[in-house]
């Protein structure tokens, strides 16, 4: 199993950019597919965007055009650059790593995105 620690979470101004990182433990980093969440207060937990072992990458529409997820398994790291942040891309953002049935998760980093 793949242990996560995400940084790079902050306080920005709408428009501004972060660029999330998600260091990974384990041998395994290289052939699970890494994938970032958010939950803003009462809403539920959902996809951001993932990458797959074969650097597949899929994005949830409100990430399309703005968020970029990449990876780099000789540092076992996953990257979300985020630019042209809006308010309401305020939530705290999960590193996911999942390889078959194994599913970890990080402990959350927050992103507020004042107007």
């Known amino acids: 199993q793949v242990q996560l620690v995400e940084s790079g979470g902050g306080l920005v101004q709408a428009g501004e950019s972060l660029r999330l990182s998600c260091v990974g433990s384990g041998r395994l980093f290289g052939i699970t597919t890494m994938g970032w969440y958010r939950q803003a207060p009462g809403k539920k937990r959902e996809l951001v965007a993932s990458?797959?072992?074969?650097?597949?990458?899929l994005y949830a529409d409100s990430a399309k055009g703005r968020f970029t997820i990449s990876r780099d398994n000789a540092k076992n790291t996953v990257y979300l650059q985020m630019n042209s942040l809006k308010p309401e891309d305020t939530a705290v953002y999960y590193c996911n790593a999942k390889l078959g049935r194994l599913e970890s998760w990080g402990q959350g980093t927050q992103v507020t995105v004042s107007s």
């Open positions: 990458i797959s072992t074969r650097d597949v990458t």
